[in-house]
Nanobody
Framework: QVQLVESGGALVQAGGSLTLSCAAS????????MGWFRQAPGQEREVVAA????????YYADSVKGRFTISRDNAKNTVALQMNSLKPEDTAVYYC?????????????????WGQGTQVTVSS
């Protein structure tokens, strides 16, 4: 099991930027696909972005393409989500997750371990 700890959530104005970070507490981090998901009040959890073990393959939800960038540093066991041009509809709790099973990067059901989440609030 992987322990994941997110950080970087905050209150920001629309149009602003934030970088979320997720630290993993396991040496096998480099063999896990990693993803960022979010859940707004009253809504289902949705994928935001995901990245393969080497970083060669990335997935972005249509709603964040061109605004968000996912990256990972396997030497430091971290994955980051750079968020630019934030909108009020980006307001949610953001979760980091690790996937060891086969399956699509965007499929939340394939992810094995989840962090506690970090709140992002975008004011208009």
């Amino acid at each position: 099991q992987v322990q994941l700890v997110e950080s970087g959530g905050a209150l920001v104005q629309a149009g602003g930027s934030l970088t979320l970070s997720c630290a993993a507490s396991v040496r096998s981090f480099s063999t896990d696909d990693m993803g960022w998901f979010r859940q707004a009040p009253g809504q289902e959890r949705e994928v935001v972005a995901a990245i393969s073990t080497s970083g060669a393959l990335k997935y972005y939800a249509d709603s964040v393409k061109g605004r968000f960038t996912i990256s990972r540093d396997n030497a430091k066991n971290t994955v980051a989500l750079q968020m630019n041009s934030l909108k009020p509809e980006d307001t949610a709790v953001y979760y980091c997750a690790a996937k060891r099973r086969r399956g699509s990067l965007y499929d939340s059901l394939r992810y094995d371990d989840w962090g506690q989440g970090t709140q992002v609030t975008v004011s208009s």
